[in-house]
């Protein structure tokens, strides 16, 4: 059974820092890309960062690029997140994702197999 476990969400100030993690298991981690997306109340789910099964090729939604870095480890099974000058409009659910397209690190949500239930973030202003 696939489980993509998010973690490290919160509460920050607006400028301020959080790192999420995806811990991954019954898959071959290694195998996948990975990506985080994330849904704010109102909004469709939308992209924020993918990488590649090796970590290569990393691809960033504009709105955070510069600010947010996706990283993984593929020798504990984990990705991460680090998200830096965090902003209000920042405020959503985050989800991490598998997609067994390992060379792609796509922004279609449509494209990723297995998902993560998700971890709250809030920027306060």
């Known amino acids: 059974q696939v489980q993509l476990v998010e973690s490290g969400g919160g509460l920050v100030q607006a400028g301020g820092s959080l790192r999420l993690s995806c811990a991954a298991s019954?898959?071959?981690?290694?195998?996948?890309?990975m990506g985080w997306f994330r849904q704010a109340p109102g909004k469709e789910r939308e992209f924020v960062a993918g990488?590649?099964?090796?970590?290569?090729?990393?691809n960033y939604a504009d709105s955070v690029k510069g600010r947010f870095t996706i990283s993984r480890d593929n020798a504990k099974n984990t990705v991460f997140l680090q998200m830096n000058i965090l902003k209000p409009e920042d405020t959503a659910v985050y989800y991490c994702?598998?997609?067994?397209?390992?060379?792609?690190?796509?922004?279609?949500?449509?494209?990723?197999?297995?998902w993560g239930q998700g971890t709250q973030v809030i920027v306060s202003s």
């Open positions: 994702a598998a997609d067994r397209t390992y060379s792609s690190a796509s922004d279609h949500a449509a494209e990723y197999d297995y």
């Open positions: 019954g898959l071959a981690f290694r195998n996948y890309a």
């Open positions: 990488i590649t099964w090796s970590g290569g090729l990393t």
